[in-house]
Structures are given as C-alpha cells and as structure tokens.
C-alpha cells in the first residue's frame, strides 16, 4: 500500500483490532448501548466485551455494523426496495455513484443491503467535517471509510483531490475493492438531484489523459436513492429558509446532530435502485461534446440513469399537489396519507417557528414542501426529455 494514503485510507484490520479496543472503552458507549438494546449495565457490558474480542473489519461489520443498520431500519422504516443489484454483482469493481440525502444511512444501508447478498462491502468516502471525535473516527474508518479532506488552502484542496482520486482508482484498477462516493458534496437539501462536474473532474485527476479509457477503468456504476419521509427535512427547510438571506454557518456539533436525527428520525419507505455501469458508448457519447462539455454531458447522462430510476413516493405526489392547490396526483396517494403528511409538517414547522418566531411559516411550508415536490418535476422533466434537468422551476 502506498504510506501516501495513510491519511485517508481506511483502518487496516490490525489497527481495526485497536480501534475496537478504544470503542469498547469509550464513555460514549454507554448511550448508544441504550439506543441499540434499550437500558441495562448487562446490554452494555456485552457490546464492550463483543468489541473488545473482535480482530477484523468483516468481524466487525458482520457481528455489530450489519445488527446496528437492521435495528435502524426496523425501527424507522416500513421497507427498504432494492432493485438493479444484479448490475453490482457482475464481478468487476466500480465507482459506484448515488444521489445523497442522508449523510451515514446513504452508503451504510447500501453496504447492508451487499453483505446480506454476499457481495464485497466497498469503501466509502466521507468528508471529513464529519469526524467530530476520535470514536467517531475510530467508527469510520473502521467500516472502510476513505476520508475526504475539505479544508485548506486551493493548492491542499487539489492536492488532497488528487490523492483521492489516485487511491480510489488504485483500488478498482487492482480489483481490490469498489468504492461509493456521492455524486456531489454534501447532501441534496432540496430534492434536486445533481452531479457535480468537480466530483468527476476529481475522479479523472489520476487517469492517464484519455477520458474514454480512464472512465471506463473505474466503471462508474450509478444508482438511485430514495425515501419517503426525507431524512433532516425539518432541518433542510430552516437551513434553506436561512440560506436565501445570505451564508448559513454551521454550528459546532450540527453535523452530528444531523447524523443522529437522519438515524433515528422515521423514515417511512426506502427504495435503492442500482443501475448498469456506464458503457463505453455511454463515456465515447460524452467524450463527443468535446474537451469543454464532456464532463457537463457525463455529468447529465449520470443525472438523467438516477433520476429515472428514482422511486417516487406518496409523499412527493401530496407535496406537489399541496403547491399547486389541486388534486392531480390524488391517484397515488390516500386522503388519510396526504392528512397524516400535513399533520406531520404543520407540526414540525411550528416547532422551528416557536425556536425563532422571526421566520415567515408559509415561507417555510413553501421550502418544506418543495423539498418533496421536486423529485416529482425532475423525474417528469427526464421522461419528457429534459436530459439535464434536475430540478426544473
């Protein structure tokens, strides 16, 4: 392995064996032994022996991570829906791409839903703004995360782009180990779905100079994410309200009060659809528009395989029918959900309202429900032909 990847690379199992040992020890421990298994010195004392006596990450993520995804999702989801994953089982690694709108259940529902197949799990890359503390990291990295570093100065961010992008294609070159990275950084906050022309600019940085040959060597493979009940989308909405008068700073400790309320929040349905990895026709079509363009057409053709493979849920029909004063989509939902959806959303935003009642309501109930609204126009766009629209007006 190249010691110029240490800094991002995930744990090796030797150091996943300490890693484990720290996390058995942690304070911390204590509270998410109760989330888990419910209160009880005996329920904690057993997840610190578990941990202590495991060696590896499969170790780890068979006998704690894979219980841990399942205990979440049955306690916060009515389905999970997974299509395509014949297109991930066709033996060869991939970068494999998906829309993103929670920041841990997106890739750890995915890397779930390949250990109950029997895949590989892959690595995954996660930024690191998101690793607040040594247990958090210990954790990540531990579950095969690859950390993306953010901050510095331009010449770090492109140094650091390019380490990345050499050891992500240094893995699936090799036949090592697929990798998932989200098709943009951060989270999709309004329901539009976007490839990042930076994020396949990056992933080209260690490629040879020929766009054809270098995209077809990591075989990108795209998939869909969806949910019925948007994870944070209570705290999307205040953070778009926000962000139209001017930059929203975070606050210390947001992101992992994202991560836990995207965790513990009720999800309702949940649907994963992967899609074939793009062909060489499919890159030479791109390569076609010229140097200019190429990445822009790459960046759309991976739009338009997400977006029409996208699940659209009740939730983004009431929406839309709610912004629009009508019925239209009334055939895909009951009168009882679209009351038990209103009821959910006028109680939330009076919540936010109650913490700062300088916000406008009706201006929040807009974001709320465009939020769920416009998965429906973008998927509506696609099939009429709007190939690079991700979120029509």
């Given at each position: 392995?190249?010691?110029?990847?240490?800094?991002?690379?995930?744990?090796?199992?030797?150091?996943?064996?300490?890693?484990?040992?720290?996390?058995?020890?942690?304070?911390?421990?204590?509270?998410?032994?109760?989330?888990?298994?419910?209160?009880?010195?005996?329920?904690?004392?057993?997840?610190?022996?578990?941990?202590?006596?495991?060696?590896?990450?499969?170790?780890?993520?068979?006998?704690?991570?894979?219980?841990?995804?399942?205990?979440?999702?049955?306690?916060?989801?009515?389905?999970?829906?997974?299509?395509?994953?014949?297109?991930?089982m066709d033996g060869r690694k991939h970068?494999?791409?998906?829309?993103?709108?929670?920041?841990?259940?997106?890739?750890?529902?995915?890397?779930?839903?390949?250990?109950?197949?029997?895949?590989?799990?892959?690595?995954?890359?996660?930024?690191?703004?998101?690793?607040?503390?040594?247990?958090?990291?210990?954790?990540?990295?531990?579950?095969?995360?690859?950390?993306?570093?953010?901050?510095?100065?331009?010449?770090?961010?492109?140094?650091?782009?390019?380490?990345?992008?050499?050891?992500?294609?240094?893995?699936?070159?090799?036949?090592?180990?697929?990798?998932?990275?989200?098709?943009?950084?951060?989270?999709?906050?309004?329901?539009?779905?976007?490839?990042?022309?930076?994020?396949?600019?990056?992933?080209?940085?260690?490629?040879?100079?020929?766009?054809?040959?270098?995209?077809?060597?990591?075989?990108?493979?795209?998939?869909?994410?969806?949910?019925?009940?948007?994870?944070?989308?209570?705290?999307?909405?205040?953070?778009?309200?926000?962000?139209?008068?001017?930059?929203?700073?975070?606050?210390?400790?947001?992101?992992?009060?994202?991560?836990?309320?995207?965790?513990?929040?009720?999800?309702?349905?949940?649907?994963?659809?992967?899609?074939?990895?793009?062909?060489?026709?499919?890159?030479?079509?791109?390569?076609?528009?010229?140097?200019?363009?190429?990445?822009?057409?790459?960046?759309?053709?991976?739009?338009?395989?997400?977006?029409?493979?996208?699940?659209?849920?009740?939730?983004?029909?009431?929406?839309?029918?709610?912004?629009?004063?009508?019925?239209?989509?009334s055939a895909q939902y009951t009168p009882?959900?679209?009351?038990?959806?209103?009821?959910?959303?006028?109680?939330?935003?009076?919540?936010?309202?109650?913490?700062?009642?300088?916000?406008?309501?009706?201006?929040?109930?807009?974001?709320?429900?465009?939020?769920?609204?416009?998965?429906?126009?973008?998927?509506?766009?696609?099939?009429?032909?709007?190939?690079?629209?991700?979120?029509?007006?």
């Amino acid at each position: 392995m190249n010691h110029n990847f240490d800094n991002i690379r995930p744990y090796t199992d030797e150091e996943t064996s300490q890693a484990l040992k720290r996390m058995a020890g942690a304070p911390e421990l204590s509270a998410i032994s109760t989330f888990l298994n419910g209160p009880g010195q005996d329920k904690e004392d057993a997840l610190r022996a578990l941990l202590s006596g495991l060696r590896t990450i499969d170790e780890f993520q068979a006998r704690v991570m894979a219980g841990v995804i399942r205990s979440i999702l049955r306690r916060t989801s009515t389905s999970l829906e997974v299509e395509g994953l014949d297109n991930v089982m066709d033996g060869r690694k991939h970068v494999l791409m998906s829309n993103h709108r929670d920041i841990i259940l997106d890739p750890a529902i995915m890397q779930l839903i390949l250990f109950d197949s029997g895949a590989p799990t892959t690595e995954i890359a996660v930024g690191d703004n998101l690793i607040a503390n040594s247990l958090i990291e210990d954790i990540f990295r531990s579950n095969r995360m690859i950390k993306v570093v953010r901050g510095g100065t331009p010449r770090e961010k492109y140094m650091a782009s390019s380490l990345l992008s050499s050891y992500m294609r240094s893995n699936i070159a090799s036949g090592s180990c697929s990798v998932w990275i989200a098709q943009r950084s951060g989270r999709s906050k309004d329901g539009c779905d976007a490839t990042s022309q930076g994020v396949l600019k990056m992933l080209d940085m260690s490629g040879a100079g020929d766009f054809i040959k270098d995209f077809l060597e990591i075989s990108v493979l795209p998939f869909a994410i969806s949910y019925q009940l948007e994870p944070c989308d209570f705290l999307k909405a205040r953070e778009l309200y926000i962000t139209r008068r001017g930059q929203y700073v975070k606050k210390p400790g947001e992101d992992t009060h994202s991560i836990l309320t995207g965790v513990t929040q009720d999800k309702g349905g949940i649907a994963f659809h992967f899609c074939p990895a793009l062909t060489e026709d499919d890159i030479a079509s791109c390569a076609a528009q010229g140097k200019n363009d190429r990445f822009k057409a790459l960046a759309a053709l991976l739009d338009d395989r997400i977006c029409s493979n996208y699940r659209l849920w009740d939730t983004n029909y009431i929406a839309l029918d709610i912004m629009e004063g009508g019925t239209a989509n009334s055939a895909q939902y009951t009168p009882e959900a679209r009351t038990a959806f209103m009821e959910r959303m006028e109680k939330g935003l009076s919540a936010i309202v109650e913490k700062d009642p300088d916000m406008d309501k009706d201006e929040l109930r807009e974001i709320f429900l465009s939020i769920y609204a416009n998965p429906v126009r973008s998927v509506r766009a696609h099939q009429a032909g709007d190939r690079g629209s991700s979120c029509p007006a």
